[in-house]
């Protein structure tokens, strides 16, 4: 039995607001339609016919879908992307030269396009996208990025910048999209959409080769998916169900795989979600059974999918940069004997255990400033649990 067949004054009023919204599709064709849908939702509210969530909630997306698909809400919709686009690709190639952080990211895209290993504090998602911009508009990654000011010559830098000038400009239409389906009005998507489109640091800081219009790109798709699923709720299982809620999943893998401070989209969909499911736990029509599957279903798009991806990320980044570089010496001497070009490569790493000092001992070489090769131990904590027969005792005299 569902909520409306349970109440059946809610049913009437929900149907009422359904069929006031009917009458609005009637006049979608004109710039009416939209004001219509916005102020039937307020008077619904004001008249506490809209007051249970779940109805309030069909009711707000099937405003917002109506708004979208009308003439005048399409109209809108264009206008926005438009503006968001000419105003983040104007004049890209200006200034020539390197401008503030270009210097470390444009420097990594270079890094992942020459295949030199290198350590950052950032998850790799942002730089290697950026890097394959760059191998894709033709950049061959040999511009040194030393210092803001260098000019960039014959280089080809402009694809990454449009790279990052593209995901810039869908903030904006994602900004619309977001506050059009939260509130079916029309007005605050407009404003909401003009105050980004027109925001001096959102259009700077969408015109460099950063990681940021790359991270706000995948959080503003993440809080939009999730708006999205919510509006699904009458449709639990259905295809664009499980499509939303799989979208808001990538999206999260993706805001982390760029910097760690996406963890707080994370943080915003994890509290939207057991909201959601303590609601349908407190459902008697819902059995036990099918509280498991949402659930599970959420579990496994918006946790499992979400690590699998940035794991993934990770395992691109280890797999592309396989020769020697600026990196090397935040990793041991086994993991730099694989990277091509380094002094230890294919060499063999013998590993000991010491029982005086209950440690491994790895074994390798370093180049003095005298040229020289001296043999070097370095000392590690013996795992719990983990023994070896090979003993060895080592006596190094300077």
Same mark, same amino acid.
């Given at each position: ?166 995901? $810039?400009?869908?903030? &904006?239409? *994602?900004?619309?999209?977001? /506050?059009?389906? =939260?509130?079916?009005?029309?007005? !605050?998507?407009? #404003? ?61 893998? $993706?805001?982390?795989? &760029?910097? *760690?401070?996406?963890?707080? /989209?994370?943080? =915003?969909?994890?509290?939207?979600? !057991?909201?959601? #499911? ?121």
């Amino acid at each position: 039995m569902s909520l409306q067949n349970r109440h059946p004054g809610l049913r009437h009023r929900a149907g009422g607001a359904s069929l006031q919204t009917a009458k609005v599709v009637q006049n979608s064709g004109s710039c009416e339609g939209p004001n219509t849908i916005g102020s039937s939702f307020q008077q619904c509210h004001a008249a506490g016919d809209c007051s249970n969530s779940e109805t309030s909630m069909v009711f707000r997306s099937t405003g917002a879908s109506l708004i979208a698909n009308s003439r005048c809400g399409v109209c809108c919709f264009v206008l926005v992307i438009l503006l968001s686009f000419a105003t983040r690709f104007y004049n890209l190639s200006e200034p020539a030269h390197v401008c503030w952080d270009e210097t470390h990211f444009g420097k990594m895209g270079s890094y992942y396009i020459n295949g030199t290993f290198f350590f950052d504090v950032h998850p790799p998602l942002g730089k290697m996208l950026i890097g394959l911009a760059g191998y894709l508009s033709g950049y061959n990654g040999t511009f040194p990025f030393q210092k803001p000011g260098d000019r960039y010559e014959q280089h080809s830098y402009v694809g990454m910048r449009a790279f990052c000038a593209f995901l $810039g400009s869908c903030l &904006v239409p *994602f900004a619309y999209l977001i /506050v059009l389906e =939260l509130t079916a009005s029309l007005p !605050a998507a407009l #404003l909401a959409a003009f105050i980004l489109i027109f925001d001096t640091g959102c259009i700077t800081i969408s015109q460099y080769i950063l990681l940021d219009p790359v991270l706000m790109f995948f959080i503003m798709g993440a809080v939009l998916s999730m708006a999205r699923f919510n509006s699904q709720k009458n449709r639990p299982f259905s295809a664009s169900w499980w499509f939303w809620l799989a979208i808001t999943g990538i999206n999260l893998g $993706g805001a982390l795989g &760029v910097k *760690f401070v996406g963890v707080f /989209v994370i943080l =915003l969909v994890g509290q939207n979600t !057991a909201c959601d #499911l303590w609601r349908l736990l407190g459902d008697l029509n819902i059995t036990m059974v099918s509280f498991g599957k949402h659930l599970l279903a959420r579990m496994l798009c918006l946790i499992v999918a979400p690590l699998c991806l940035y794991t993934a990320f990770f395992a691109v980044h280890f797999i592309t940069l396989n020769k020697s570089g600026p990196g090397d010496g935040f990793y041991s001497s086994a993991f730099q004997s694989r990277l091509v070009g380094n002094t230890l490569h294919n060499a063999s790493m013998p590993e000991c255990r010491s029982k005086k000092f209950g440690v491994w001992i790895h074994y390798h070489t370093e180049e003095c400033s005298d040229c020289r090769w001296l043999p070097t131990f370095t000392l590690a904590p013996l795992p719990r649990g983990c023994w070896s027969k090979a003993t060895t005792d080592h006596s190094v005299y300077s």
